[in-house]
Each structure stands twice: as C-alpha cells, then as structure tokens.
C-alpha cells in the first residue's frame, strides 16, 4: 500500500511538473516607468484629444471680439414698371443703389465675449495638464500592480519548488514508516492549490497588461511589458506643502477660470440692456440727366423687452456664477480629501513596509528554515512545516503588494498635489529579494535590490 501511495504522489508531482506555468516572460528587459510616461502623454487618445480641444479654444476668442461682418447692399427703385431699372435713366426717381452696413454692438460687449472665451481657452488648456496627470497617475498605478505581480509570481514559482521539495521529503518518510499517507496527500494538494493561485496571478497580470497597453495605445497583441522591480519611494511630505499643490492642481485653477469666466458673463449680461448700433451707406446712381444720390443711415436697437429677455439673462448669469463658485468649492474639498486619503494610505503602508522588513519576513524565514529542518529530523510534524512555509509564503506576497500599494497611493497623491506630493529621490532602504531558497533568507540593503 505504501509503495502504490508513493506512485501515486509520484505521477501526480509529475504532472503537475508537466502542466505548463503561467508566468511572467523570461528574460524580457524591464521598461523604464520613465519611458512609459513619455509615451503615453505622446500616444494616450484622451491626451491627444485634450490638447485638440484646447488648440480649438484658442481659437475663439478672436472670432467672438470682433466685429460683425458687413453686409453689402443692393436695391433699386422702379418707376413706370415692375421690372428691375425700369424708369432709372429717364426718371428722377429711378436709380439704382449699391451700399454697405455695418452692426456695433455696444462698447465693451465684443471685449467682454473675447475675454470670457480667453478665460475657456484658458481652462481647456488646464484641463490638458488635469488629463496628463490623470493618465501618468494611471500609467503609474498598472505599471506598479504589474511589478507586484511580477514579484508574486516569482515568488509562487519558487514556492512550487520547495514544496516539491517537501512533498518528496514526505514521501520518502513515508515509506520508511516514519510518516503517514496523510502528509504526503496533503503537500500534493498543496502543490495544486498553488497552481491555481499561478493561474489567478497570471490572470490579474494579463489584465494589468491590458489596461497599460491601452493607456499607451497599444495593440493588445503588441510585446508584452515588463516592469522594473519595485522600489520603495520616499514617505510624502507634510500636509502644508501639500495644500499648495492642491491649490496649483489644473483641476482647480480650470474651475477658478470658470468662476473668473461667470463673472465676465455677468457683466455682458449688464451690457445687453445696452442698445447696439447698426451703420450703413448707399450710392444711389440715376439717369445721365439726374444728379446721383447717396444715403447714410444709423440704427439702434431698443431692448423693449428686457422683463422676458435681459432681466432673464442676467438672472440666468448670476445662478451660473454662484453654480461656478460652489463647483470650485467642492473641487477644492475634493481634492483635500483625495490628498488626505492618498497621504494617510501611503504614511501607513510605508509604516507596514518597514514591519515586515524588519520584523515578520525575517521572522518567518527563520520559522520556516527551523521547522523544516525539525520535520527532517523527525521532531516537527508535517503541518507545522506547512503551516510555516504558507505563513512565509503569504507574508512575502502581502509585502510586495504593500509595496505597490505605497507606490500606487503616492502616485494619485502626485496626480493630486503634483510635483509637492514627494521629493523626487529614491529611498535607500532595504526589500526582501522575490524569495529565498531553503537554508537563506535573502535580505537587500541597497535600493531595494538583494
């Protein structure tokens, strides 16, 4: 019996060998995340059409304050007939007329509309540094989920060797008699589960992959991406310099331009009570014998009906401002609470990140080499080995997700508060190596690097 359960672990480690990996591609360079931001504020679409947007903008302002086009008359006057010149060379009355007129609003009106379409071009184009942040922040956040996951692959792969290792060792006790057909089930089923913690892992990877492909715009069967291995960035600054970031955030100036844009609409809705004016003049040419004639003419509009339109207008106005007042406000709210949020997520997991540098992944090596060198020697059960190398095992993914997690948090607090979020060095601290094998536990001390 115990020779038949040793076959059976036998074909089952070996086909479970055999199934094919998901994992990350060999070999494959890392991109720098530099790079990728570069691409992406050349190549993203929304970028492209933010800056579309804004060249438009710039081109309005001119059009709005200028005056209107003049419009070129022509008119005849008839006499004796109902066809056009009829009576023109042998009648005084007859002529016929060419002019030009020309409509001034009144002054101020056509400056006030540049301005307020300035203040629109102006907005479009902090809407175009708003985007750029948004898509960098994005770009970011995949690119350090990809790292992470890469790190947890790596991780997993190395895992599946060591508990070949002690689903071996547990075979072999097994039939010496020293162990029990439990144990050695136990670790298969443990090598399986793992396989499909990889097939999950490499799923969550393939859609990180997805999403930054599509922020660069990339075809999705265009090479794969490889990231750099994760580096813990400096902790954020202190929350003052981060209100002054907050208050250069493109989102908020854009809604500050809104309100200086309302305000303008306000005092063009004052200048339509105003009446416009409108010029003309016309050449009026007769017959030989009859001296020429010409006219000059002005217009004025009267606004008589100001209770339905201008009265309106003005209230109308006047609710958009108030309206672009409480947006800036509940921008700037949203944004302190957004860099509050991001502040006290990264201030945590940096705090974490230190614990399991210097307290739990050692510890749980040290644990995991412990009990596996007891369980060889037969004074340490089989669950306790396992129960060790899944504790190890889980702390060193939950580091490196922390760590992504940290470096996700500080970039949507860049995103938020800009180049104020944090200094740009990079922390010259300590990260654990993607894993060690059975007798060490690889510890770095420079960058993050082993």
């Known amino acids: 019996m115990k020779i038949i359960t040793v076959c059976i672990v036998a074909v089952a480690a070996a086909w479970a060998q055999g199934v094919p990996q998901p994992r990350f591609p060999p070999r494959l360079p890392p991109t720098p995340l530099s790079a990728l931001l570069r691409e992406a504020d050349q190549a993203n679409p929304a970028i492209r059409a933010a800056r579309r947007f804004w060249q438009a903008a710039r081109q309005v302002p001119n059009q709005v304050s200028s005056l209107p086009d003049p419009e070129f008359n022509f008119s005849t006057m008839n006499v004796g007939g109902p066809l056009p010149l009829t009576g023109q060379f042998d009648q005084m009355m007859g002529y016929a007329g060419i002019g030009v007129s020309e409509a001034l609003p009144f002054p101020g009106k056509l400056r006030l509309r540049g301005d307020m379409a300035a203040r629109a071009a102006a907005a479009a184009g902090e809407n175009v540094a708003a985007v750029r942040r948004r898509v960098a922040a994005a770009v970011a956040s995949t690119y350090y989920t990809i790292g992470g996951l890469q790190q947890t692959l790596a991780i997993l792969a ?5 508990l070949a290792v002690v689903a071996q060792v547990a075979a072999n006790r097994y039939a010496v008699g020293k162990g029990n057909q439990a144990d050695v089930l136990r670790a298969q089923l443990e090598m399986t589960q793992l396989l499909a913690r990889q097939t999950v892992q490499h799923r969550e990877w393939a859609i990180a992959e997805a999403r930054l492909k599509q922020l660069l715009n990339r075809a999705l069967a265009s090479p794969p991406i490889a990231a750099a291995r994760l580096q813990q960035s400096p902790p954020p600054t202190a929350p003052p310099r981060l209100a002054a970031g907050i208050a250069a955030n493109p989102d ?19 200048q339509d009570f105003y009446p416009d004016f409108r010029i003309g003049y016309m050449y009026q040419a007769t017959g030989p014998s009859f001296p020429y004639r010409s006219s000059f003419s002005v217009g004025v509009s009267l606004p008589v009906f100001f209770h339905r339109k201008q009265d309106a207008a003005l209230s109308q106005a006047g609710e958009a401002l108030a309206a672009s007042r409480d947006a800036y406000a ?7 609470y957004q860099a509050r949020q991001w502040y006290l997520q990264a201030r945590a997991d940096a705090q974490l990140l230190r614990i399991y540098r210097g307290g739990l992944l050692p510890q749980a090596a040290a644990t995991w080499r412990a009990t596996l060198s007891e369980y060889e020697s037969g004074r340490e059960d089989f669950q306790t080995v396992i129960a060790a190398l899944l504790d190890y095992q889980n702390l060193q993914e939950s580091y490196w997700r922390t760590l992504a997690r940290h470096e996700t948090a500080l970039a949507h607090l860049r995103e938020v508060a800009g180049a104020n979020a944090a200094p740009p060095r990079r922390l010259r601290g300590v ?13 770095g001390t420079h960058g993050g690097r082993p």
């Open 431 to 443: 990260a654990p190596a993607s894993g060690p094998g059975r007798g060490a536990l690889n510890v």
């Open 158 to 162: 190395r895992d599946r060797r060591l």
């Open 252 to 270: 908020l100036r854009a809604r500050a331009l809104e309100t200086a844009r309302a305000q303008l609409g306000v005092k063009l809705a004052h």
């Open 330 to 336: 509940a921008e700037r709210e949203s944004l302190a």
